[in-house]
């Protein structure tokens, strides 16, 4: 569980972006702590898309300050980001559908074989490509894709989340991203992709779990982070405040600074 | 909205959920009918489909044509004949693996042929300098293709279509409608006949054209199967917003595809040139849509990241098949073209029934 001088993972402070008269990025400020799950929630046209967009490269924001580990950091791209050691699952999954599961999870990010055959001819080592997806799935409990040759397209949507969070979770350092991860999800599915979080944020990693999905926000986050017309206006905690305050917060119905709690509980 | 029906709601339908069994990720087999079954081999191995249609086009055409057919002499005879057509087929197969489509590469054959011509014979430069920069032309070619597709995000049909007509009218324009020779290239630059010339395997005669045609066949595999470039440029067909943020310069990608495509243009150039013997402004006229042909009956998908490049092959083999085959029965010209555009709509009506998972 979080306390309140754990150490920061990924800070922003006043990040501003703006596309002509909008203004997406109002001054927003975000704080994410080590190994924890950090909830954004907002309605739509909030801004989280491009707060998470600016925290995970594949947006540069015209202000403000970017902190990882302390240290500040500009992304150029998302690939900047990766190297940084944040991962994110988009919500489109970035997934090669007719590629199999093992290519799927190097994609962008190959294996050369030793020696001359890797640096002459540019070999992929393909075997120990496969071995080691394998291994980074049964640690996260999705061996029962039994064939990584297999495409990703003939997977079910849950079975491709897994393979989208499993490519995350194994190369991600510091902080994995996850934008929308159970919105096309039958029931069992979202489940799985639950416990599939959790399981990340207990290997040690920070979770940013974006979700217009209250009762799943409030049963994996530690902390959730408000977002309204551009900025930060609440952070919470479920257990200071109820699903129906995130909502009344999150649309304006509530000033946050009038719950009990303050707007800053967590 | 209520805060607590909501958490119940999601509470229970959630322990319903869980109570039903965990193993949503298995993969039963259970018995499918004949067709599913049919589906999944196809979408496995997509370079079946090909193989089996020449398969059977060679025992249909050995048992009706016999000896004939059959002989050493003729089978080299149609892999002579798809060289060209097999070189820039590798060509159009990379550009609609990112489903691009490539309208140019028979112009960029006949300008960069014409340019090896003119550098070699009429300019008495050294003939590997011609021939060199001949393959240099191509590749620019190609990627004056690239930037337009990716810089101006034209689309590749459009933008093929354009160069199409611009090349061949530079080509016109360049050698002055003019031929250039069989003798004359004999005599300045006998290294742009190479490949029409021939060695004997097996009791067949190769060129060395059709030999260097498979060597590429096997060289374009190695790439797109072995190596993060292949990956990659699968990735980009398949689904370009997902490979760009898996982190693969997309753009990079393309440009690079149609650079190597638009070098084998002058491959084939190159080939062309032994295989007619002179350089002829007029040559190669349909090869930009023969090229499509083979690709398509090779079972590779116009839509992009499917595909194999043997496929090419086979597809180039099964056309050379069709027309030598009906040839040699005594068809009218007219069905062998009849015949190729059947095999066209049903390589794509199957390509559809295949793509769906």
């Known amino acids: ?266 | 909205m209520s805060n607590t029906t909501v958490k119940s709601a999601a509470a229970e339908h959630e322990l319903v959920a869980a109570a039903a069994s965990g193993d949503f990720a298995s993969f039963k087999r259970e018995s499918e009918p004949l067709l599913t079954r049919l589906h999944r081999f196809f979408h496995r191995y997509p370079t079946a489909a090909p193989a089996i249609v020449l398969l059977m086009a060679v025992l249909v055409f050995s048992t009706l044509i016999g000896d004939r057919f059959l002989h050493p002499f003729n089978l080299s005879l149609i892999v002579q004949q798809v060289t060209i057509i097999g070189i820039l087929g590798i060509a159009q197969t990379l550009i609609i693996l990112t489903a691009g489509i490539d309208l140019s590469v028979g112009a960029i054959m006949v300008l960069t042929s014409v340019i090896m011509g003119r550098f070699g014979v009429e300019y008495g430069l050294s003939p590997i300098l011609a021939l060199g920069f001949g393959l240099f032309a191509g590749a620019l070619a190609g990627y004056i293709n690239g930037l337009l597709v990716t810089f101006f995000r034209l689309p590749p049909f459009i933008v093929t279509l354009g160069t199409w007509n611009i090349f061949f009218a530079l080509n016109l324009w360049y050698s002055g409608s003019q031929t250039i020779r069989s003798q004359a290239i004999d005599a300045a630059a006998p290294i742009l006949h190479w490949t029409g010339q021939s060695i004997e395997l097996l009791g067949a005669r190769f060129t060395y054209g059709s030999l260097m045609m498979l060597v590429l066949f096997a060289i374009v595999w190695y790439a797109l199967n072995w190596t993060a470039w292949g990956r990659h440029v699968y990735a980009t067909g398949d689904d370009p917003a997902a490979a760009r943020l898996a982190g693969i310069r997309t753009d990079r990608i393309l440009r690079s595809v149609y650079i190597v495509a638009g070098f084998f243009c002058a491959v084939a150039a190159w080939a062309l040139i032994g295989r007619i013997g002179s350089v002829s402004p007029q040559a190669g006229m349909m090869a930009n849509l023969d090229s499509i042909t083979a690709v398509v009956i090779g079972g590779c998908s116009l839509f992009g990241g499917r595909g194999s490049i043997f496929g090419t092959l086979l597809g180039a083999l099964v056309v050379g098949v069709f027309r030598n085959g009906l040839a040699l029965s005594g068809v009218d010209v007219l069905w062998q073209d009849f015949t190729v555009g059947l095999l066209i709509i049903i390589a794509v009506g199957l390509d559809q029934w295949i793509r769906k998972v």
Do not use: C, W
Request: net charge positive; proline share 4%; hydrophobic share 45%.
């Open chain 1, 1 to 266: 569980m979080t306390t309140e001088n754990q150490k920061l993972v990924l800070k922003a402070t006043q990040l501003v972006k703006r596309y002509g008269h909008v203004t997406a990025i109002d001054g927003a400020d975000f704080e994410l702590r080590e190994g924890e799950i950090l909830a954004v929630i907002g309605d739509n046209g909030a801004g989280k898309s491009s707060l998470i967009k600016a925290l995970s490269g594949a947006l540069v924001p015209d202000a403000g300050e970017i902190l990882l580990d302390g240290a500040p950091v500009q992304f150029k791209s998302p690939m900047d980001a990766r190297k940084a050691g944040i991962e994110t699952v988009y919500q489109n999954l970035a997934v090669a559908p007719s590629l199999n599961i093992a290519d799927n999870l190097y994609l962008g990010r190959e294996k050369l074989k030793p020696g001359i055959l890797g640096k002459v001819f540019k070999m992929l080592d393909r075997k120990a490509m496969h071995e080691e997806a394998k291994a980074k799935l049964a640690e996260l409990g999705l061996l029962t894709i039994q064939n990584i040759h297999q495409a990703v397209e003939t997977l079910s949507g849950g079975q491709r989340q897994g393979v989208a969070v499993a490519r995350s979770a194994a190369f991600a350092k510091h902080v994995v991203i996850m934008d929308e991860p159970t919105a096309a999800l039958g029931v069992k599915e979202s489940r799985r992709v639950l416990n599939l979080i959790r399981d990340v944020r207990d290997r040690g990693l920070s979770v940013v779990l974006i979700s217009h999905n209250m009762p799943h926000v409030f049963e994996v986050a530690d902390r959730i982070h408000i977002h309204r017309l551009g900025k930060r206006v609440a952070v919470i905690k479920p257990d200071t405040h109820s699903m129906s305050d995130a909502v009344a917060i999150m649309t304006g119905a509530m000033d946050p600074n009038e719950h009990p709690a303050g707007a800053f509980a967590a």
